[in-house]
């Protein structure tokens, strides 16, 4: 019996195909048949949108861990229980990746239930669906209606995706039994329902019971509690096994859980050799169970058990193994490859010096991959012990990097040592910046000892010079702020060189509110966050207003007046910060002092978006409606106009997203809106409240969706042309990651083309700030989209992007997404096999990048080795992209979309129909506070 009957979610929104496409075709013909197949007479199908799904708010995760102890009643759980439930987890990719030990945590969570006979377990079209079943004795029928028509693009949202609702089955489609058919007969050890334990959604079938049936159930909040809480031990349980090495203990945290997120886990028998005396070495491996015993030529010299490890020449060099293991039990290893190792962090050394560099303050300002490029071009030095790096007062020309051993530092007024300086730690650094004598004298004190160096001259050569590079970001910073914007770039580059750096320790204040203000401040490293102290959150705590990152900017208007600070700015950990007081402010530009503030008031109306951009000093009121652009689950979109310049105005219901628990959600994709400005995006210029709505007054973007644009195709687009839109949104998520921001919604639908045929990415409803390590374990996007771990729910990263990337990719050059599956868990048990099919057509260098992306291990994906997204832009299909053009939207797009003003509607379509998001069925909205700041 097919499982497909049991788990498909509503007839999922698959817009571009009815058949699925056989990874095991017979042949690479019968492949391009199967391709051309599915293209052929499905536009109309194509023509419906998918709906992104994502995690209806239930019990809370301490809730449901409570859950998770069930007290048995007696008799209840017997062998013919745990069998039956063994038999149905076994095999369902839900539990897949689940231990013996997390699987009886999950039977545990269990709960029994008794149904009569003909009595309805689930219902089809039930939207109320957070269980899963197992039967353990008695038989249930599967009983199916016959699903209605799906509705049509006209009456999708043009720019919203739509959370936990149906994947495509109109819901009119409800059991009917005068109607309906048995497709299928269920009995002991089967289980039914799984897609509830993902997210919500109606049921794709009716289970009648046809015997009295004992069940066990298991509730979706339990379920991911357990998934979210044993993914979280073992992530902490890997990195501190990799903590343990001696030969990473100069790695900064962020390189240690990089590494360890990379692992792979091996497994021998007792007997079995892990690796031979003699054989060629790759991998580095650390015992998380079990015993080994290691043997050289043949005789035993150790034993090694958890927590040991071995094999760590591979990652240093390529020497051949020095010994032979042997499993002297059952034995669990960590593995981690030397070929991986390089492409995540470089050799060793380079991820040592990386490590040291990350920490200069004097380096603050230039990005992750910068650093990358300096690591890998300092050359090594080694010393002895009493060897001296430098003297003091001796002139300085280069900066070193600690990589193995110990150095002391002296000076001549002192008759010990003042420090001690360790793997990792640096030393020199102002050579990069001017030349200069040395304060102290560096002297080896451990028997041998190695250093990582740049000289002055060698680092300009590869970066510029470091005090211009300073400079130039510290004007670029400075031109965002907006009371700054009439200001001259000689002016702004003035300023830039009157900041001053001051170092905060953690818990420090930077400006306390209340206080009055003389002073503006940009973060150069580290975070600060900004308090409301007047205002208490519900635990009684000073509210946090949000966070700030390097290159952030506070307190300009201190630069203007002495008025009250209306924030407190503290350090929670450490941080830099660059200061301009106004008295050096006034002493440069103190003829522009009234007209800064002549501009201030209106500059600083509400606008909630990056800072450099034209502020909107529109009211609500004084937007006038142009037409519709949209419509989707939480309200609607429209065009609106205001002195000339026309906008995108995105209006969401307040009783919905309060009736969903979604409160704090669309807070953070105001947030996260209001951080970014890039021409590959759209984005936000201010926020407006009202009694029943709230509102975000974005870009417009005229030419329609990418979506709809492929519908007016006859056939897929030429690989140049996917690969211009593929360039743009690689663009796009590089200047999100860059702020460690993930997008995870990625689908033709959310990319609107401009006027120039440039793609903006659009719908930040799924949109997170992540900090460095951090993983999230809510299930969001669109099924065709998700990645492995995102189906497996074992926590995600900015890999889920570039997954996602591989598969818009492939399915803008095919016509087809790689998983097009009808049925919900054949479609998802494929995402996790990482099982699809290149058409023969498919160029090598084409199944090369989306091969590259659609890896199953998130670490090994493109775009998340040391480079970042640079090794995507270097991959040898984008060669002939002139990616300095696509940045600057000089290059020329394939398809210009007509646009005759800015008030042209052409390419979206009014249906007239209503707006869920805004309708009465969500009731009356009544204000507690929670969007007074919106």
Known sequence: ??????????????????????????????????????????????????????????????????????VERPGERTTASEQAIERAMEGNLLFAELDAASRRRVADAMMPMYVGENDVVIAQGDDECERFYIIESGEASVMKNEVGKRTSLSTDSANETTRTESLGQSKSVVYDPATATCVATLGPGRGFGELALLYACPRSATIVAQTPMKLWTLHSSAFKAIKHSVAKREAMDVLDLFERVELFNALSEQQLITISNAARRETYEARDEVFRQGDPGHCFYIIERGEVSVRVNGAEVVKLSRGDFFGERALVNNEPRAATIYAM??????????????????????????????????????????????????????????????????????????????????????????????????????????????????????????????????????????????????????????????????????????LTDVSFRANETVIKQGESGDAMFILESGEVEVIDEKTLNTSGDPKLLCKLGPSSYFGELGLLNSDPRAATVRVPNRATVLVITRRVFEQHLGSLKEILKRNANELYAKIGGPAHRKPVTATLDELETVGFLGVGSFGRVTLVSYQGETYALKEIGKAQVVSRGLVEHVWREKETMAQCDSPFLVNLHRTYVNEKSIFMLMDKVLGGELFTYLQMRNAPLPEAHGKFYAACVVSAF????????????????????????????????????????????????????????????????????????????????????????????????????????????????????????????????LGMGKSGARDIKQHPWFADVNWSAMAQQRARAPYIPRVDDISDLRHFVDTGDAVPGLSSRWGHYVSVGRFADF
Not at 448 to 471: H, I, P, Q
């Open 1 to 70: 019996m097919s499982r497909d009957v049991l788990t498909t979610a509503a007839a999922s929104w698959d817009a571009f195909a009815r058949e699925d496409i056989d990874r095991d075709a017979s042949s690479s013909e019968n492949a391009s048949k199967t391709l051309e197949n599915a293209r052929a007479g499905t536009r109309r199908a194509r023509a419906r949108k998918r709906f992104a799904v994502g995690d209806a708010p239930r019990a809370s995760t301490r809730d449901a861990l409570k859950s998770t102890s069930v």
């Open 734 to 861: 590089e200047y999100l990651h860059d702020r460690n921001i993930i997008y995870r919604d990625l689908k033709p639908e959310n990319l609107l083309i401009s006027t120039n045929g440039y793609l903006k990415v659009t719908d930040f409803s799924f949109a997170k700030k992540l900090q460095k390590g951090q993983k999230t374990f809510t299930l969001c996007g669109t099924p065709q989209y998700l990645a492995p771990e995102q189906v497996q729910q074992v926590g995600h990263n900015r890999a889920v992007d570039w997954w996602a990337l591989g598969v818009l990719i492939y399915e803008l050059v095919n016509g087809l997404p790689p998983f097009n599956q009808d049925d919900d868990y054949a479609r998802y048990k494929a995402i996790n096999d990482v099982s699809f099919h290149f058409s023969p057509k498919n160029a090598p260098a084409f199944r090369s990048v989306v091969s590259g992306l659609l890896l199953r291990l998130p670490a090994g994906r």
């Open 329 to 498: 039990t059952e034995v669990s290893c960590l593995v981690l490859n030397r070929q991986t190792f390089v492409s995540m962090l470089g050799s060793i050394e380079e991820a040592r010096c990386f490590a040291g560099l990350a920490e200069c303050p004097i380096l603050a300002p230039l990005s992750d991959v910068q650093l990358t490029d300096i690591a890998g071009e300092m050359r090594m030095c080694s010393y002895v012990r009493n060897d001296v790096v430098f003297h003091e007062n001796a002139m300085g020309d280069a900066f070193y990097v600690i990589i193995d051993g110990q150095f002391s530092v002296t000076t001549s007024t002192s008759k010990d040592p003042i420090a001690t300086l360790n793997r990792g730690q640096y030393f020199g650094e102002l050579a990069l910046l001017r030349k200069d004598k040395r304060a102290a004298t560096i002297t080896c004190v451990s028997n041998r000892a190695k250093v990582a160096f740049m000289t002055k001259s060698a680092f300009e050569k590869k970066m510029g010079n470091l005090d211009v590079l300073r400079k130039a970001w510290r004007f670029e910073t400075l031109s965002k702020v907006p009371i700054l914007s009439k200001l001259s770039p000689e002016e702004i580059q003035n300023l830039a060189e009157e």
